[in-house]
């Protein structure tokens, strides 16, 4: 029988096996967490709630109760590499409670996992729809007045003692201000050396008083076109940690929208007013 021939040479080696490396006898494995989870999805602020985690490879396991701001604690809750334990939401939380679980073994190999129950808001918005899926303040009825300027608005709060200043031209990085209201009542009124243009108008008391305290203010605004006119209004903010929005019930029906860190502002259309103002 004849023989097969042997391949001829060439100046390319043939390919070698590839291999798979594997881990020494001696290499423990990274502990790993199989689960971490709540018994409810949702809850009220105040309730409690029953954490259940199981783990595989850790000798060792730490629960974190996330703070606000979304940083973890200076100290944790030590725990057991598996198990369960009850958790009382605290009553001043918002919008989530949320948990990180640490876990680490002798070599000090670690992981981890997060878990996290959202909260029923403990006040609704004073309009529908709401524009944000995040827990208000408290509705804030109040005494208010509004006044339009050339470039903007102006919106007195009498239980906030401030006012809003809105800018509508966009050019203006900070589009909309609150400031204090410190007119009282013996101040003057307005400022008779400014005599405005025909057909607009000085603001009086405490627009005045800001209008004439702040430059910048009076150089965005210009002057008003209408006299200040009082009505009822409704002010609520967001919950988060910072970067809040506000709304704020305006004079024609609608809402004002206010961006977080005054950087926008808009006029929205509430379907209804779930919240009646004084």
């Not at 007045?145 to 006012?163: L, Y």
């Amino acid at each position: 029988m004849d023989a097969t021939p042997a391949p001829e040479a060439s100046g390319t080696s043939p390919p070698k096996p590839t291999t798979t490396p594997t881990a020494s006898a001696t290499e423990k494995p990274q502990p790993i967490i199989l689960t971490f989870q709540a018994d409810t999805e949702w809850a009220n602020p105040g309730d409690t709630v029953v954490l259940t985690w199981q783990t595989v490879g850790a000798g060792s396991a730490m629960l974190y109760k996330m703070m606000p701001s979304g940083q973890l604690p200076a100290d944790g809750i030590p725990l057991p590499p598996s198990g369960s334990r009850a958790y009382r939401i605290p009553e001043s939380d918002q919008n989530w409670a949320s948990f990180l679980l640490y876990v680490w073994d002798d070599a000090d190999n670690h992981t981890m996992a997060t878990a996290e129950v959202r909260l029923h808001c403990s006040h609704a918005w004073f309009f529908d729809p709401p524009e944000e899926d995040i827990c208000p303040t408290e509705p804030l009825p109040s005494k208010a007045a509004e006044q339009r300027f050339e470039h903007g608005t102006m919106v007195w709060v009498e239980r906030e003692d401030a006012i809003y200043v809105l800018y509508s031209d966009p050019v203006y990085t900070t589009r909309w201000a609150r400031v204090e209201d410190r007119w009282e009542e013996g101040m003057p009124v307005q400022d008779p050396e400014l005599q405005p243009p025909e057909g607009l108008q000085q603001p009086r008391r405490g627009f005045g008083l800001v209008w004439r305290a702040h430059p910048q203010v009076r150089e965005q605004l210009g002057w008003a076109v209408d006299s200040e006119t009082g009505y009822a209004t409704v002010i609520q903010r967001t919950t988060r940690y910072k970067y809040n929005a506000w709304y704020l019930l305006a004079l024609d029906g609608t809402v004002w929208h206010l961006g977080p860190e005054g950087g926008s502002w808009s006029a929205i259309t509430p379907d209804a007013i779930s919240v009646s103002p004084p």
